[in-house]
């Protein structure tokens, strides 16, 4: 079996010219050798490998440590409870899962092999598949929670709660959609044993999925979402701009600034930060949705889907460029005074 592998590299690249190359070390370029229909597995050199591996590490331990920072951050200090912040809360999340899958993805990249089964295959595809579309079901929520909070302020106040948020809101989007994806699976009969396919060698971690529901899935996780939120943020920007010249036009004419005026300034703030985020988030994901329809560069796919990844330890530096109070509890939980006695109660938007 080994030899006629040899046999058929040497008509494929040309012969003799090979021949000298076809040594037992080329033997365990195939991800299983026993196996007939095994991939080629990538060489690559051991330095090529050490520097991949460290940057991947490095991304990974950088993105978890700063979500968690955002996690720790709005579950411990109770000025942070809102429902705003319960969805960032849940944004920080899954970010931070998805810098723990990071390494298994880079692996999966690097080395071309996948050495852990069809079934885990598949389970590990639909999980990183449900945090990335997860992470834009977040950015929607937040856009409505502003759109509702600058543009409707009193329906605000009376509707949305912290309860309403967290359960109904960010539980809702999980469900929503694992109940797509599962369905896309299903649809495309994609079971997760890949044996029978012709198509696919064995030791590679792929789900084939038709040209239609790709074109399907862009417009669904993809297109619609972000269509939403740009309108949203749309009215949302038209709205702060015309509270910004009511509220300007009051203090030049020397007239006091209501306590609700300041507080629309408050939310117009919040709106833009978050806009910030959505905005590096299509940054991120917008060149590999163009790619993966228009580009067959496996080599130009993979760069593109490591700045989609690395978008998930940008969120919390727009919160330290932005928000005070992230710069406050990071200090308070770097330098372990969160441990003291109260410390959840500490009023974290004013200077002490």
């Known amino acids: 079996m080994k030899e006629q592998k040899g046999e058929q590299n040497k008509h494929l690249t040309g012969g003799d010219s090979l021949m000298a190359y076809e040594t037992e070390d080329q033997e365990t370029q195939y991800c299983f050798p026993d196996i007939n229909s095994s991939c080629l597995k990538e060489n690559r050199s051991s330095d090529e490998y050490n520097i991949i591996y460290l940057l991947v590490s490095l991304l990974s331990a950088w993105t978890v440590f700063l979500n968690l920072l955002v996690i720790i951050s709005i ?6 409870h809102t429902p705003t912040n319960m969805i960032i809360l849940s944004l920080a999340v899954n970010d931070l899962l998805i810098g ?12 071309t092999c996948w050495y852990f089964g069809d079934t885990f295959c598949g389970l590990y595809l639909f999980f990183v598949t449900l945090l990335l579309s997860a992470s834009l079901g977040s950015l929607v929520l937040i856009a409505v929670d502003r759109y509702v909070a600058v543009c409707h302020p009193l329906l605000y106040t009376q509707k949305i709660t912290m309860t309403k948020t967290f359960c109904l809101s960010i539980c809702l989007s999980w469900v929503c959609f694992s109940a797509y994806l599962t369905g896309l699976i299903n ?3 994609q079971d997760f044993d ?15 999925i038709t040209f239609s529901w790709i074109l399907t899935d862009l417009f669904v996780s993809f297109i619609f979402p972000c269509t939403l939120i740009f309108t949203l943020y749309l009215r949302i920007f038209y709205v ?19 306590e609700g005026s300041v507080e629309r300034k408050s939310e117009s703030k919040a709106a833009l930060t978050l806009g910030i985020i959505v905005l590096v988030y299509l ?9 993966s329809l228009t580009v067959n560069s496996s080599t130009a796919l993979n760069v593109l889907i490591w700045i989609v990844y690395s978008n998930s330890g940008m969120n919390p530096l727009v919160y330290a460029l932005f928000y005070p109070w992230f710069k406050k509890t990071v200090k308070l939980i770097l330098t372990l005074k969160i441990f003291q006695q109260a410390s959840s109660l500490i009023n974290i938007f004013t200077e002490h």
């Open 75 to 80: 579950s411990h200090f109770k000025k942070l």
């Open 100 to 111: 723990l899958v990071m390494p298994i993805e880079a692996f999966r990249l690097i080395e």
């Open 187 to 189: 649809i495309n009969n």
């Open 194 to 208: 890949t044996s029978h396919r012709t198509d696919v060698c064995y030791g590679q971690c792929i789900i084939m």
């Open 240 to 258: 702060v701009h015309q509270q910004v010249k009511v509220i300007n036009s009051l203090m030049k004419g020397g007239k006091c600034v209501t």
């Open 283 to 291: 940054l991120c994901y917008i060149p590999y949705y163009i790619c």
